[in-house]
Structure formats: C-alpha cells, structure tokens
C-alpha cells in the first residue's frame, strides 16, 4: 500500500469515527432538550454582561462589527488600559474602513456613470470594472500600506496591557 492509499484509508476511518460519535451526541442532545426547560435567552445589556464581549451587526459601510468589551465590577487599572486601547484601536479601524469604503463607493459610483453615459446607458461589464478597481487599489496603495503599518503598530501596542493584566490576575489568585 502506497502513501496516498494510506491516507486515504485513515482519512475515511476517521470520517466515520466522526460520524458515528456525532450522530450519538446528537441523539443524546435532543433527549435532553425535550427533557428540560427551554433555555431562557441571555441578555445582550452590557450592564448585564461583565463578563462576555459582545459583538454586533456588522457597520453598513465599514463591515466590521462593532464589540463592546466587558467591564467588570472589580475592573483593575491594568484591565481598564487595555479595554481603552483595544476600544482605540478598534475605533481606528473602523474610521479608516468607513472611509475608505465611502472614497471607493463615490469613485465605482462616478465610473459607472461614466462608463452608463459612453456606452448608451448599458451598464458597465466586469471587464470594465476590472480597469476601475486596479486604478483604484493602485491609487490607494500607499494609503493602505499606512493603514497597514499603523494597524500593526497599535496591535502590537496591546501586547504589554494584555500581558500586565494577565500577570495581574495570575498573581492576585
């Protein structure tokens, strides 16, 4: 028997190790669900949640999701640091992305126009708009890269808060 014919064969007994163990879980899962009480729904109100983070619909424009971080009721002066840098830097990010999302919506916008009024009114092909997102992103180059080394930067920053806070709760217990 060869490499690939090896693999294959342990690939397909892992396969139906999986299924085998998954279908049991599953079967067991919903025996327990129609014995007990249907769960009750967490609270999404921050005030409520201390403890998780929270993450919200992705921004119409930036596509992020916005995350409100857990500020708990004993918060030291380390875990507050980090969750301002990390709530900056996740502010950062969204202003650039907003930004640049609407700089490359105005400019599709424009060319497609453009383009709708030399064409008689038929809307631009996918060659077309090829053309338009490499003079876009070529345009935007040095930009991104600024947003690039700045986003790595302040990522980077987080290292020393998150290590503090970590040694902090380590060294509290």
Known sequence: MNTLQR???STA????????SASTSASKASTEDTST???ERESL???????????????PVSNLR?????VPTNESA???SLREQRERVDAFN???WVNNNNMFNKAKAEYEDKIRAQNGGVAAT???????YKDFLDKAYERQMNYNRQWWIENIGLLWPSAKSVVRKWTSK
């Open 78 to 80: 380390e875990d507050r």
């Open 66 to 70: 916005p995350v409100k971080y857990p």
């Open 45 to 59: 109100d921050p005030a409520l949640n201390t403890h998780k983070f929270l993450a919200g619909n992705p921004h």
């Open 13 to 20: 007994r892992s396969c139906r190790r999986f299924a085998t």
């Open 126 to 132: 996918t060659e077309e708009l090829s053309v338009f």
């Open 7 to 9: 693999s294959s064969l």
């Open 37 to 39: 009480k249907k769960r």
């Open 94 to 96: 969204q202003n650039f």
